[in-house]
């Protein structure tokens, strides 16, 4: 298991920006998929971006295209969201993981293989 610790989250008005960023100790996050997956109050879990090192690519959930941009940081051992733009239904635990699958489309039947952050808590609103 990876240990990972989520930071950044709070509190923002529609419209604002936010920075999440997650930490690993002892693991090199760079030889994961490092993904980010969200549960809003009384929703199922979902995807939200997912760097994948089998593909090479970056996916998103059709909801964040455009306004999310997720990235890692090999010498810090670190990956970041950047959030902008937000919604109200950005509100969520965001959750930091690794291993993780995209299925494209709004991140409902994403996957993650392996570990997760305990979570930090997003809201937005006016």
């Known amino acids: 298991q990876v240990q990972l610790v989520e930071s950044g989250g709070g509190l923002v008005q529609p419209g604002g920006s936010l920075r999440l960023s997650c930490a690993a100790s002892?693991?090199?996050?760079?030889?994961?998929?490092v993904g980010w997956f969200r549960q809003a109050p009384g929703k199922e879990r979902e995807g939200v971006s997912c760097?994948?090192?089998?593909?090479?690519?970056?996916h998103y959930a059709d909801s964040v295209k455009g306004r999310f941009t997720a990235s890692r940081d090999i010498a810090k051992n670190s990956v970041y969201l950047q959030m902008d733009s937000l919604k109200l239904e950005d509100t969520a635990v965001y959750f930091c993981?690794?291993?993780?699958?995209?299925?494209?489309?709004?991140?409902?039947?994403?996957?993650?293989?392996?570990?997760w952050g305990q979570g930090t808590q997003v809201t937005v609103s006016s």
């Open positions: 760097i994948s090192n089998t593909d090479g690519f970056t």
């Open positions: 002892e693991t090199a996050l760079e030889h994961y998929s």
């Open positions: 993981t690794t291993e993780c699958l995209s299925t494209g489309g709004d991140g409902s039947s994403w996957v993650n293989f392996g570990s």
